[in-house]
């Protein structure tokens, strides 16, 4: 069973850059998104991408600012996330799965622990 561990988590105001990483245990064929869970809400869709990197896909309210990419020689995917609002403030979370990039949770079975983002008004 692959292991996700993601960082780069921390504290920004309103309008800065962040950049999240997720490093997997080994080198996973899959699919590999962000999700995101605010107190007291559901857990959300970020963004996803396709082992080659040719497919990428976004939730609405992150196009445009958000930008995620992946080494696949480092097992590693990125979040770049400019432009942060105080609604982005939650748990960010990766995940594994799949070969088609998509939004659906359960189509993702391996997930990391979280890493806290909290944007400043």
């Known amino acids: 069973q692959v292991q996700m561990v993601e960082s780069g988590g921390g504290l920004v105001q309103a309008g800065g850059s962040l950049r999240l990483s997720c490093a997997a245990s080994?080198?996973?064929?899959?699919?590999m998104g962000w999700f995101r869970q605010a107190p007291g809400k559901e857990r959300e869709f970020v963004a996803a991408?396709?082992?080659?990197?040719?497919?990428?896909i976004y939730a609405d309210s992150v196009k445009g600012r958000f930008t995620i990419s992946r080494d696949n020689a480092k097992n590693t995917v990125y979040l770049q996330m400019n432009s942060l609002k105080p609604e982005d403030t939650a748990v960010y979370y990766c995940?594994?799965?799949?070969?088609?990039?998509?939004?659906?949770?359960?189509?993702?079975?391996?997930w990391g622990q979280g890493t806290q983002v909290t944007v400043s008004s």
């Open positions: 080994r080198r996973t064929f899959m699919t």
């Open positions: 995940a594994a799965g799949g070969t088609t990039p998509t939004y659906y949770s359960n189509n993702y079975g391996t």
């Open positions: 991408i396709s082992y080659s990197g040719g497919t990428t």
